[in-house]
Each structure stands twice: as C-alpha cells, then as structure tokens.
C-alpha cells in the first residue's frame, strides 16, 4: 500500500510535467526567488523553571524559496528554511492547473489546515511568536506541552487537490481535499512527536501504510470596497503508529475580519489523540472505561492588527490552550491543563522590507510549576527583512 | 527588572509612532502615483495586504507583466484571498505601471 501511495506520487508528478511540457515551450520559464530572515531575542526573566524548558536567548529563522512558472498552469516551488533545528525542506511541489478553478498539487507541502499556516512565515505575521496553537518552539513550558496543538508549518509529502470558485463578484468558495503521510507517535505512543514526524533523518518516509487524510472549505465575502469576512473549517484524520493502531483528529474553524488596513482574527484548533494503553506504568493516572484512552488538546487565539501610522501596526492578541486527559507517567501536567496568555506587540517598518518586532507576553498557566508559580512574563524582541 | 523592561517598550513605542507620523512605509504614497491609478492602487494596498505586507510585491523585482498576470491568479487562489476577477484587472493596471517604473529605474542605474 506505501510503495502504490509512493507511486501514484511519483506517477502524478511526471503526469503533470509532461502536461506542462507539452502546454507551453521551455522558453515561457519564469523564476522568482523570495525569501525572509528574522533573528528574535527572547527573554523570560522571573521565570526560571520556565526557563528551562524554552528558548530563552536569541533564534534565527530563515527562508529562501524559488517559485518557478513553466507555463500558465504548471508551477514549481522550492523553499528552503534553516530554523531551531537545522535545514528543512517545508516546499517542494509541483502544481497543475485545471481549467480556471481546479488545481492539483503534489510533493512537499503544508496540506491546507487552519488558517494560521499561511501567514506563519516570520515575514508574514507581525508578531514575533506564533499563535499558542501554532507554537514551535516559542512558549513557555514547551517541552511539558510537547508544542501546540499543531506546530505550524507542518509540511509533509502527498497530493492536494484545490478550488476556488466566485459566486457573482462577492462571494469566495475555496475547497481542498488531501492525503498525505501524516504525523509519528512517539516511542511510547503517548503523543505525536513533532521531530520524527518532520526529520530529513527518516529520508521523509511514512511509518506506516495509512495516509492521513484531511479536507478545508472557505466562504470569504467582500463586504465592501475595502472590508471583507472570511470563515473556514478543517479538519484531518491519521494513524501515527507503526501499526495503524493508534488514531489523530485535528478539527478547526476560523473567522477573519478586515475592515480597511484593521485584521481582526479568530481561530480555534483541536486534536483528539488515542495513545497506547497496554503498559499502565506508562501512565500517571488509571486508565478507566472507554473514555481512558485518549486525550483532547485544544485551543483559541483571538488578535486585533491596527496600523497606528504608516509605520507602525498595534497587535493585540490572547490565546488559550488547554489538554484535557491521561499523561505520560512523571509529567509535571495534570489530566486538566490550561494556559492563558496575554499579549501585546508593535512592529516599526524601518524600510519597506524591514521590520523591528516588539512584544510583551503575559501567562497563567493552571498547573503550579515546582516552586508553585503559575505566573510568568516574558519579552521579544527581533527584526525580520522580507527580500 | 519586568517592569523596567514594559517602560523601556512602551518608551519605545510611543517614540517610534511619534517619529514615524504620517510616514508611508509599507505601501506607497498614493499621491506619488498619476490620479486614474490611485484608485487601482487603494485595491492593490488592501488585497494584496491580507496574508503579508506590501514587500512582498513592491520588492519582489518582478517586472515582467507576463510574470504578473501568473503571480496575481496563482495569489488569488490562495484560500480566502477575496481576489475576484475585476480587483486582479485593477491590480494588474496598477502593477504594469510599476513594472514599467521599475524597469525605468533599473535602466536609468
């Protein structure tokens, strides 16, 4: 079953090359090369058991990305990035156009999840750490949450097939239906395991005969001139383990408001996750009935972008995240744990591809760490350049 | 030290937009452009703003209306792009005056 997923990859995109061979000769070839660098200090002063499990000090993100036009309906793109952990490949599609509306697009991509994944470029949003339920690598206690719920961006090998349709001059449908591997439990089969699940160290290989599937529909309408409302859903299903034993839900929904150069954004994510019961040790609380294996992570953020100036844009933003079930045995969470985070940040346009990002996060977490705080603040400071 | 740090930013905040007034970075100045564009322009700034800033396409060193037209449709049909079929006629008007302004400079230098 892998080795035919494999093939009608392998099979898809030699189709789709020789369709755009075909459409147009070599010479239509176009490139653009773009990319973004941001170098961000983040500093957690009170906090020191919080301390230990972020990264507190500076960080360096950065993206290049050739996107190569063949003909009117057939595109490559490549974009590499070099982030907390090394070189990856989050690109490397091909995509082929059907008509006006439908497109095909296999390769290595982030599957359309959410609404959050398309900006999560540093260059794209303003402030200097992603939504909660993005988080990869940006928050406080990252190593006891093992992450958000989804770390964005979350690429992965597969096919999409998209559309975009108008109704009248106001009305956008988008569609998008996907399978692609999916994500890796970990050793234990306790939760997903992020590294594993993205390392070039596995050669991007699934660990498991399963595809992942998942589907995203968007309904944007033009309120006026300079004003629209955009609402999606998603959702995606997959088998982390070897075995195909154990199971992943990801469900979401999306509101995004523009009223002149204002964005305001809503968007909630959740995962529900079984996990490998058989060792009980494993776990730090009885597994009792049906409801014993599995836990629900969750989460909002709700944000408020304003321009102040021509320079200056004012970003108001709160999240919320909460894990609700069993955990692994020794874990300093409890089978009910929430965060609150508070946070308020402005960016300074030194030159058009130039921006200062500055941001003050407060957080209340529900579980007390060893020396009882539930409290802590932290600040980040960086600049990204967009070339 | 939490405290001092909060001051420091909202010092720099309030600094920063004093500074920066009525200065236009991110887009371009309207009134730099000829009158029939500016309108085609206000529908540029705001649509192609939604998902990054205006970098992206002011800096981006495309100056091929060719390269255009591709670029504005595979944009539009990213996912909640509110990118109908007129806004990328206007966008496109006011990018082919660019290019052409770009294209200008580059010869110029």
């Known amino acids: 079953m892998r080795a035919l997923v494999v093939l009608a990859i392998v099979l898809a995109m030699a189709f789709a090359t020789v369709l755009a061979l075909i459409a147009r000769p070599a010479a239509a070839v176009e490139r653009n090369f773009a990319g973004s ?49 090394g070189f990856e ?23 359309s ?14 402030l200097s750490s992603k939504p909660l339920i993005y988080d990869m690598g940006r928050m406080l206690r990252m190593r006891e949450w093992n992450l958000g719920v989804l770390p964005s961006p979350f690429p992965d090998n597969g096919a999409e097939l998209s559309g975009t349709h108008w ?28 590294q594993r699940s993205r390392t070039p160290d596995a050669y991007y290989v699934d660990n498991n005969h399963r595809p992942a599937v998942g589907a995203r529909v968007v309904v944007t309408t033009k309120l006026g001139e300079t004003s629209d409302l955009t609402f999606g859903v998603s959702a995606q299903h997959g088998s982390p383990d070897a075995a195909s034993k154990l199971r992943y839900t990801f469900f979401g929904g999306d509101l995004t408001l523009r009223i002149r150069r ?12 079984t996990f490998e019961t058989s060792d009980p040790t494993q776990l730090a609380y009885r597994v009792a009935g049906a409801r014993g294996d599995f836990f629900v992570k969750q989460g909002l953020y709700a944000e408020i972008e304003q321009p102040l100036s021509g320079a200056v844009d004012l970003v108001l933003r709160y999240d919320f995240l909460s894990r609700n079930g069993n955990v692994q045995a020794g874990s300093p969470l409890s089978h009910r744990s929430a965060i609150h985070r ?38 980040h400071l960086g600049l990204v350049g967009t070339f | 030290m939490i405290r001092l740090v909060s001051r420091a930013l909202v010092v720099l905040l ?42 992206r396409p002011l800096d981006s060193g495309i100056t091929n209306d060719q390269f255009w037209r591709i670029y504005v449709t595979r944009m539009q049909r990213m996912p909640g792009s509110g990118i109908s079929d007129s806004d990328v006629a206007r966008i496109l008007r006011f990018l082919r005056h660019y290019s052409a302004e770009q294209r200008a400079k580059k010869a110029a230098s």
């Not at chain 1, 497109?103 to 991509?109: D, H, N």
Request: net charge neutral; aromatic share 10%.
């Open chain 1, 89 to 111: 490949l989050p690109m490397a599609h091909l995509d082929y156009r059907f008509g006006t509306a439908v497109s095909l697009r296999v390769g290595r991509f982030s599957p």
């Open chain 1, 37 to 85: 660098a941001m170098a961000d200090y983040h500093l957690a002063p009170a906090n020191h058991s919080s301390r230990s499990t972020a990264f507190d000090g500076f960080t360096t993100e950065l993206a290049l990305k050739a996107a190569i036009d063949v003909s009117d309906r057939f595109s490559a793109s490549v974009k590499v990035c070099y982030g907390c952990h």
């Open chain 2, 14 to 55: 309030a600094a920063v937009v004093g500074c920066s007034g009525a200065r236009r970075v991110d887009g371009l100045d309207p009134s730099s452009l000829p009158p029939d564009l500016r309108a085609d322009y206000e529908v540029f700034a705001h649509r192609c703003s939604k998902c990054h800033t205006l970098a």
């Open chain 1, 262 to 273: 204002t964005n305001v954004r809503v968007e909630y994510l959740g995962r529900r996750q």
């Open chain 1, 167 to 194: 109704i009248g001059e106001t009305v956008q449908v988008d569609w998008a239906a996907y399978a692609v591997s999916g994500f890796k439990s970990d050793a234990q089969g306790i939760d997903l395991d992020w």
């Open chain 1, 113 to 126: 999840l959410g609404a959050f994944n398309l900006r999560h470029d540093p260059a794209n949003h303003r």
């Open chain 1, 342 to 379: 508070g946070t308020v940040g402005f960016t300074y346009a030194i030159e058009r591809g130039l921006r200062l990002k500055a941001s003050t996060e407060t957080w209340h977490f529900t579980d007390e760490d060893h020396r009882g705080r539930q409290q802590a603040v932290g600040f």
